[in-house]
């Protein structure tokens, strides 16, 4: 065979997998709609034995699919009793209950005609949604210390999870094409299930003492823009793309979002953001808290009311991805996703909460250092952030942050919002030296040492500043791998919390100061 021969061979092969991958996607969304408009009595695909829903003061949203026209009835039997009627509308039914406290357990039985579908071993507590893509589909199986994590499990039977299958979407869709993997208790399951979705949900449990349920929709490798509806791109003038796959604007929310809003959810957790360091990284501090706010309408909506308009939002600050690289990619997305304000939550992006990850670095994950292992520390501290923004729990969730930045003609003095813990460092701050106060360039930036501290202020060095140019800007921790694990020169009090990384302009200006 000649090498046009193979290369045409090759070709095909090409053109057949894709012909064959556009098949199946629509063979999935045709069945879905062939299940949607099935007369037999069922629940949507994401109520199952074993899940949770919404507890008190909320209301838990319920629904699926039956008879045109036929009255459904809906019991609820276990610690309290609720029965409630409602007509198929359009081949689908839907019924809010009145509040139940957390607890558990309980069956839940739809009848129609002479047909029933019932769930059972149902519990009531809080749902937290789970999204993003490689680092927050990262399994439980995956991390450090896994075995006995998942020996761990056995002992929180309360805290139960479900996964959505990967699948695509040209067009919003009232339910998930498949199930990835139904309710479950755990152990079951749990080594496929993402770590970081099961350790919030279980450090959550550890302090609230009732049940949790955890939803897992992410996808590995993808951008922010195909987990936004289109009114969300607009709003930062990101419409005329035209990827395809699963990196095409909108179609993981149209198969993996949209289907969920008519739960009553809680809260949404949130890991996501490597992907743009290269694609759309300068639309980042637009198109993330644009997506926030509209997750938060479509949920408030699409539950009749019931999910907070203004539910929390907690995500993770990238972590790290290669030791010495001199791309901004990385320190560019953590500033962008604060809304370039360096911490939340903030008036741009409020009742949201951040877990810093930029000092726990992994050089030697098995999955490549885009994916570090410690997982544990990553949820603890979206626990942290969880218990003070989304349940008003007086706890401390924040690294230390500039409240003002001071500069003489020999050093800037940097003071913090609280008591910090600090190790010295030569080139974790740096400053950018101009003459006439011009633009600061990719390669304007030289190291400013740590000279000295004390409780809350840190002062570094501008000797190395050239004569001729004065200081316009400083910066912390800004590149992609700043410090080695858990040792970034400045935490907060007892070394818990990092610092997050900013940048500030006029350094003999006052800094910004949290809201």
Known sequence: ????????????????????????????????????????????????????????????????????????????????????????????????????????????????????????????????????????????????????????????????????SLNTSETELIDLIQVELPWSVPPATLANFSAVCWLFGRYLYDKLQYPIGLVESCWGGTPVEVWSSSRALQKCGLLEEANSGPKENSVLWNSMIHPLLNMTIKGAIWYQGEANTYYHQDKYNCSFPAMIGDWRMAFHQGSGGETAPDFPFGFVQLSTDKKGSKYDGFPEIRWHQTADVGYVPNSLMPKTFMAVALDLPDEKSPYGTIHPQDKQDVAYRLTLGARAVAYNEDVSYQGPFPTQVMATQTDINITYDQKVSVTSSKDIFEICCTENQAPCGKFSWIPAPIMQWDATTVMVSTSLCPPTDEVVALRYAWSDWPCDFKACPIYSDGGILPAPPFIVSRPQAKGNSRL
């Open 1 to 164: 065979m000649t090498s046009s021969d193979r290369g045409v061979k090759l070709f095909v092969n090409v053109c057949c997998v894709f012909v064959m991958a556009v098949i199946l996607s629509l063979a999935f969304i045709l069945l879905a709609s062939i299940c949607a408009s099935d007369a037999k009595l069922r629940f949507a695909s994401y109520y199952g034995d074993h899940m949770v829903l919404q507890k008190a003061p909320e209301r838990a949203v319920l629904w699926g699919y039956g008879p045109e026209s036929a009255q459904v009835t809906l019991y609820l039997s276990g610690q309290v009793d609720q029965k409630t009627s409602v007509t198929v509308t359009k081949g689908i039914w839907k019924i809010t209950l009145d509040p139940v406290e957390a607890g558990g357990p309980y069956t839940v039985i739809a009848v129609a005609e002479n047909d029933a579908a019932v769930l059972t071993d149902v519990l009531f507590g809080d749902v937290w949604l789970c999204g993003g893509q490689s680092n927050m589909w990262f399994t439980t199986s995956m991390i450090f210390n896994a075995t006995e994590e998942l020996k761990t499990a056995e002992k929180y039977p309360h805290v139960r999870t479900f996964m959505a």
